[in-house]
């Protein structure tokens, strides 16, 4: 989770109309990934999307290992702006409520070394401000309306939950009696007059507590044997995810338990090469993430899927999307990369070739059998040709170029050495190019400095990364390849 950023006018957000499908699956926006290799996972790239009032929010990195830049639109359509304030994680609320933290680290990226701190400060406030810090303890933060439920506390055991429109706290408790708030996993929920958090006892048994901030009314529910997750609906009904069974019977069990009531498992599928996402209650209805590989389905297409569970066992599909492809340039369709949902509706965000495509609607808005966006779609790219580059005597090299559709943007050949397990990066040259459809060779010039560092290498060489970073007929587009660039003798 490169340093470098792309353009900022290649990473504005623009807004798309597409009158040919239907209103639920039309993006709200569309937002151009960053450069990533070959193998990054989009989940680095992005954040979100929440739900806050009528707006959707999200955020998008502008190169792997960069922070991401917080972006909202309005859910019913319309412009895509920028959030100031910093941020690492948010949460939603449906008064138009956004909580955001940021963590601050000091002394280096090792957590193993002494000098090595870490501190959270949460932000909570209406989407386009002003915001009030709350605390500063390391741990997930819900949002519900115009609630937050967060950790608080000279050593984080406390859940509170404050109302930011009231601008009140309404309830806190302790973490719990005899037991240890999960503080990196506190599994925060959030519903209505409910929330939830996971504890630890001495024992090592795993509850939630569920408590309710208007009686103040605090229970504990142990969790089934085998639990991965757990959601909680407004009436304080809790849907736990287990992963039982060995061998042709391992299996997702999803089970519901009322408050005072028995468990009763409402669904269950084979855990073999299948994921399965506990999201939220949307009244009574639980929305669940379902990723299923290849190998998973025999010879039927691989899926994402978004379904809504009714009490009853019931079934109806959300949303289809690809699952991610094995390699980022051979990605086959849109994959689903991030999804909220709040009572009644559902955003939503889909990685499409070399752009990030946002979208929400009303549950009840989406078509007969959900949206799909299962169809392989072509990612037009350049293709670069060759892996070696020679540096003549005058420090010139040719990069050659294949490009599907007319390609412009930003060429960058960046250098690499090594001094035992450590890297460093040697910028070497960086122009800009537009092309036509077509193969091309683009003259590429480093320094004489540059050139003599090349042949310091093992046999005059070094390893380097050449990136094209911009777009391909009208869609934005990048490729990465590792190169060997060679210091000629001639």
Partial sequence: MLTRRLPLALLAPVLVAAPAVPAAAAPLARVPLPLTGEVVPSSFLVRGPVLAGDTVVFGA??????????????????????????????????????????VVTAGGEDRNRPAYTARETLMAGPVDGPAQTLGTCIAPVAADGARVAYATGDHCDVIAVRDLVADREIARWPAGDGARLTATDAGFRLAGDRVAWNVDAPGGTSSVMVADAVTGVARR??????????????????????????????????????????????????????????????????????????????????????????????VRTLLRARPPAEVDHAHPGQELVGVDVEDGRIAWMLRDCDEAAVGAAAIADLPAGGIDATAPEHCPRPILERTTLRLDRLARTTVAVRCPAACSGTLTLTGRSSSGSEYAVHPLAQRPFSLAAGRHRLRVLVTDEDRAWVARGVRHARPAQLALVGTTGTRPSSRLATMQVIADKS
């Fill in 61 to 102: 990195s502008a190169g792997t290992g960069t922070p991401a830049r917080m972006l909202a639109v309005p859910a019913a359509g319309g412009p895509v702006r920028e959030l100031p304030g910093p941020w690492s994680r948010l949460s939603g609320g449906g008064a138009g409520i956004l909580a955001r933290s940021e």
């Fill in 221 to 314: 529910e142990p969790k089934p044997t085998d639990t991965r997750s757990y959601a909680l609906a407004r009436d304080g009904t809790l849907a736990f995810l287990r992963n039982t069974g060995f061998q042709e019977d391992w299996k997702h069990r999803i089970v519901l338990r009322a408050p005072g009531g028995a468990d009763r498992e409402i669904a269950a599928w084979s855990a073999w090469g299948t994921g399965i996402s506990l999201l939220a209650f949307s009244g009574d209805e639980l929305v669940v993430g379902l990723r299923q590989q290849a190998r998973a389905v025999e010879h039927r297409a691989a899926a994402d899927r978004l379904l809504a569970l009714a009490p009853d066992g019931a």
